[in-house]
């Protein structure tokens, strides 16, 4: 039931921007954007929620176009400790349900 | 941010047995928290939706007599896996809204919903 897309997987290296692109071709007009964080063997991680435009947190920005069909999280200059399974997903018309895609596997190289 | 807790955090039991699984909310209240199952290297599947005070919400497939819910207060939840079987090893996490805004105002379907840190169900 998940209806959000996003690469399988990502490699970075310390210090560097990381951009997660997500796709939300069946988002509904009511529905937020939010992006949650997992490290193995873990509860997932809230990391950001926005509806439109750029917001920003003390840990990501997420850039969200005017169509809402896309969905970028932005990770400033990561860290090995960033290495975790990142998650987009739509909420708001399922009542607070969350249907979890497979998620974007990110590794950061030293 | 809000707290979540889950208790065990990993349990092994014997075919056959229910186990019980608490999920507490521990510094504000939940009128509605959420039960997943993960299997290794996949993502999270949602099960049910836990309404206190009312019967719970199951996901088409997921078999409501043997995960019994339990919602009775709004801070408590519990997922009884009932006649365990080998099949059933898997890690259950769960997640309840955060009402935000102080307290006594009820979640809605785009507050931030925080996640347990999971319980390792082995069933041997």
């Known amino acids: 039931l998940a209806k959000t897309t996003q690469p399988i997987s990502m490699d970075s290296y310390e210090g560097q921007e990381v951009n997660i692109t997500c796709s939300h071709n069946?988002?509904?007009?009511?529905?937020?954007i939010t992006w949650y964080q997992q490290f193995p063997s873990q509860g997932p991680r809230f990391i950001i929620q926005?509806?439109?435009t750029k917001v920003t947190n003390e840990v990501a920005s997420l850039f969200i176009p005017a169509d809402r069909k896309s969905s970028t999280l932005s990770l400033p200059r990561v860290s090995l400790s960033d290495t975790a399974v990142y998650y987009c997903l739509d909420r708001g018309s399922t009542l607070g349900r969350l249907y979890f895609g497979r998620g974007t596997q990110l590794t950061v190289w030293p | 941010g809000a707290v979540v807790s889950q208790h065990p955090s990993w349990v092994i039991c014997k075919s056959g047995t229910s186990v019980k699984i608490e999920c507490r909310s521990l510094d504000f209240q939940a009128t509605t928290m959420f039960w997943y199952r993960q299997f290794p290297k996949q993502s999270l599947m949602l099960m049910a939706t836990s309404n206190e005070g009312s019967k719970a919400t199951y996901e088409q497939g997921v078999e409501k007599d043997k995960f019994l819910i339990n919602h009775a207060s709004l801070t408590l939840s519990t997922l009884t896996v009932t006649s365990a079987h080998p099949e059933d090893s898997s890690f259950y996490i769960c997640s309840a809204h955060g009402a935000g805004g102080g307290r006594g105002r009820l979640a809605g379907p785009t507050d931030t919903q925080y996640f347990g840190p999971g319980t390792r169900l082995t069933v041997l």
């Open positions: 926005g509806y439109k």
């Open positions: 069946n988002i509904a007009t009511n529905d937020y």
